[in-house]
């Protein structure tokens, strides 16, 4: 997943981010023509176009080969996709779903692909994602819905995978830009508090332009209990939802007490319940301060969470997928190692360019250098770059080469002289040098009086 790109305009802070959100499968008739940009059903049972194939609402036909399936593709709804900063609130049906809309043309001109598992490698393509409308449907909530196109010798599994109800979940991949629903909060702090209620209103992510739908992604499974065939969703969400269970001959009303008891459980608290017996007095404040310290510890994960993933630039392969946190850290220590052995090779740049600069400079000269050297010297201590440390020392390398010799013959410092036999400081001057001179080639030669 790609570094969101954060900018300001008229401000308010606007992020520009990819998110991951479950989908649900959604039937249709057979015809294989376009449906209209915005569609209304009044019922989740599906139109028949064709009263020879009503009966198959999964999927139709078409030519070529290809199969094609309904599926919801995205909401109105408040969400929590999977981002960049890990999962966030997202409010999708901000403005009445103005940016989702957008999203129907975007889908109708590029066909995005559909992919597995949400990984960006073209092998893992099993088709692409065409016919898109605004739905408006009584039973669900409004969104976009499409077609999955798939063809028997392009991907016969996948094709068998959804024919049959084997791969009923999918996951849908969009850019936008989005802001923040409190301007004035600080973005980590505006992470951590996703979902909570601050100065009257939810902490979430306002949608404020689409960008594109990367691809669409068959999952295995997905948080949304929608997230499956669609005339399955709507049973599912008519059992979970609240007085639609009728109790029915034979059955009984759940044990309140023993599933207040296992709740306790979960949270940690420790206490015993029983039919009959009266709840403790401070059982719900105890229960309320477990959880909102689950909160605030699921906040900090998730900004944890989001610092890490951050990191994965530096231990991710090019073309790899993305890393989970526990690959990360597990690649960290490797990537450390090699970082020591680079700040090795960076101190050893910065020793030679001080070097070089102090020869070519100052100390040739065996004077202190001026205030302007000394800034000089500082910005080199202070370099991180190998590109201009290479760049000074190839500045200055030949210059203190011109002053004191080849590099090898070099001192590192002209305050050092080279000891005698004796352990005292030889010092010559220039007649001295001469005299040796002189001598030495008088006894080459032989030359003197006998």
């Not at 065939?229 to 939802?241: C, K, L, W």
């Not at 993305?322 to 450390?336: D, F, G, K, V």
């Amino acid at each position: 997943m790609t570094e969101p790109v954060i900018r300001m305009e008229d401000g308010r802070r606007v992020v520009t981010m990819s998110l991951h959100l479950d989908c649900e499968r959604r039937p249709a008739g057979t015809s294989a023509t376009r449906q209209p940009a915005v569609q209304t059903n009044q019922q989740h049972s599906e139109p028949v176009d064709d009263p020879n194939t009503a009966g198959t609402a999964k999927s139709s036909q078409s030519a070529g080969g290809t199969e094609r399936f309904r599926w919801r593709l995205i909401s109105a709804i408040q969400a929590w996709p999977y981002t960049y900063y890990g999962p966030q609130l997202v409010d999708y049906g901000y403005d009445g779903g103005r940016v989702l809309r957008d999203a129907v043309d975007h889908i109708n001109r590029f066909t995005p692909p559909v992919m597995r598992n949400h990984t960006n490698d073209m092998r893992e393509q099993v088709g692409i994602v065409d016919g898109a409308v605004w739905e408006e449907s009584s039973d669900i909530p409004a969104g976009v819905s499409g077609w999955l196109m798939v063809a028997e010798d392009f991907d016969p599994k996948a094709l068998v995978g959804l024919q049959r109800g084997f791969i009923t979940a999918g996951s849908i991949e969009i850019s936008m830009d989005v802001a923040q629903s409190h301007p004035d909060m600080d973005l980590g702090a505006f992470i951590e508090m996703q979902g909570r209620t601050i100065d009257g209103e939810l902490v979430r992510w306002l949608p404020m332009a689409f960008r594109r739908v990367n691809h669409f992604a068959l999952v295995h499974a997905g948080a949304d209990p929608n997230a499956r065939p669609r005339a399955e969703a709507a049973h599912q969400r008519a059992d979970h939802s609240a007085g639609s269970h009728t109790i029915q001959e034979g059955e009984s009303m759940p044990d309140v007490m023993s599933v207040l008891q296992a709740v306790c459980r979960t949270l940690g608290i420790e206490v015993v319940l029983s039919a009959g017996a009266p709840v403790p007095d401070t059982l719900e404040a105890r229960a309320t301060g477990q959880i909102n310290a689950l909160t605030q510890a699921s906040g900090q994960f998730n900004s944890l969470a989001a610092d890490l993933q951050a990191l994965s630039r530096f231990v991710i392969a090019q073309g790899e997928p993305n890393l989970t946190s526990a690959e990360i850290l597990n690649r960290l220590p490797a990537r450390l190692e090699l970082a020591a052995h680079g700040e090795a090779y960076l101190d050893a740049l910065q020793n030679d360019a001080l070097k070089y600069y102090g020869l070519a400079r100052f100390q040739a000269e065996k004077r202190d250098p001026t205030d302007l050297e000394n800034r000089q010297m500082a910005r080199i201590r202070q370099s991180a770059s190998v590109e201009e440390l290479r760049d000074w020392i190839e500045e200055y390398r030949p210059q203190a080469e011109s002053k004191m010799g080849p590099a090898g013959s070099m001192r590192t410092s002209v305050d050092e002289d080279l000891p005698t036999g004796s352990g005292t400081t030889a010092t010559h001057t220039a007649a001295d040098l001469d005299i040796r001179a002189a001598a030495a080639r008088l006894h080459q030669t032989g030359g003197g009086n006998k």
